[in-house]
């Protein structure tokens, strides 16, 4: 088995000696070829040309936004859907949203012997994903989450600090959304959500969609948006037509329940349908899989079913 190793040593999870240990455990078991990337897109111009290049397995061990384009990477190459590689994940950012889903343990050395044990009794599964269609042109697909509106703002600010070499932590999240809320996050977007079945919600603030549950995670606590999408379903579409304290800490508090099944009057929630559009008439921020793409004022979101098979 030929195999891609991509690593992102700048991810907040990753060390030198777990990226020792990772590498010397999978090269004994194939012929294992290692990447570092070295700037935003690197890793989605590795996976391509490993899947162009005839590669089995590409493992990557970062944190979400690499696997993100490593994703991209694979699906955007141009081989055969039945020729792309396979993808395993060894956890090592900070939330690993796409791996604790796929039932990754958050230990690195362990999820390296999960790939390893999996492997030998070729265990792996077709998972679904997201593709978003952006006005321009543009697509991409997503793993765990998109947004639009305030959450991708919060995105974008968090990015200009880790532009500055600052570390980036759930606490950072927050004081960057309390600033957002207070400033000219209260003065927010009209949304409009269009589902193909022609059931719509106007005049919505902000549209989060989900392709697993849950929607991500605050340390160790699950935040849950849609409960009952799943991988191997459809997208999930949690739109708020209101962003006024009262609401928003209605629905925080439901999201974060450990059975969470969010419910408002001011939410508008779907859970696995196969695509959903969103428009505005002036631009908003989008985010997905944690990272800010810019604004847009359309994007139509599909499930993609079996769009990948993943070793777990």
């Known amino acids: 088995m030929r195999a891609l190793l991509i690593v992102n040593p700048h991810a907040t999870g990753t060390t030198a000696r777990r990226r020792d240990f990772l590498s010397h455990a999978l090269a004994s078991q194939m012929k294992l070829r290692i990447a570092h990337t070295e700037n935003r897109g690197h890793a989605a111009e590795l996976a391509g040309h490993a899947a162009t290049a005839g590669f089995d397995l590409v493992v990557v061990h970062a944190g979400d936004g690499t ?32 791996a604790r889903a796929l039932g990754m343990d958050a230990d690195p050395t362990e999820a390296t012997a999960q790939i390893l044990e999996a492997l030998s009794t070729r265990r792996s599964t077709l998972v679904s994903l997201g593709l978003a269609r952006m006005d321009g042109g543009a697509s991409r697909y997503f793993t765990f989450n998109a947004g639009l509106g305030i959450d991708a703002s919060v995105v974008s600010q968090v990015e200009k ?40 919600a ?74 959903v559009k969103v428009t505005t008439n002036t631009p908003v921020d989008f985010q997905m899989d944690g990272d800010y793409l810019g604004q847009f004022s359309r994007v139509e979101f599909v499930s993609v079913k079996n769009a990948l098979r993943v070793v777990v």
Request: a positive charge; charged letters at 20%.
């Open 161 to 200: 600090h880790r532009a500055t070499g600052r570390s980036i932590s759930n606490a950072m999240h927050v004081r960057e959304a309390i600033k957002l809320y207070l400033g000219s996050g209260r003065r927010p977007h009209s949304l409009q959500v269009e589902l193909p079945t022609g059931e719509s």
């Open 67 to 98: 696997v993100n384009e490593v994703v991209n990477g694979l699906l955007t190459s141009g081989t055969a859907p039945e020729k792309v590689p396979q993808l395993a994940i060894v956890p090592g950012g900070s939330t690993n949203v796409f």
């Open 202 to 275: 106007p005049d919505c603030r902000m549209v989060f969609v989900s392709n697993v549950d849950p929607w991500t995670y605050f340390g160790n606590r699950a935040i849950r948006t849609n409960p009952t999408t799943t991988l191997a379903g459809g997208l999930g579409v949690f739109a708020s037509r209101s962003l006024k304290p009262i609401t928003l800490t209605r629905i925080g508090l439901s999201m974060l329940r450990k059975a969470g099944n969010p419910r408002s009057r001011k939410l508008f929630r779907v859970d696995n349908v196969s695509g």
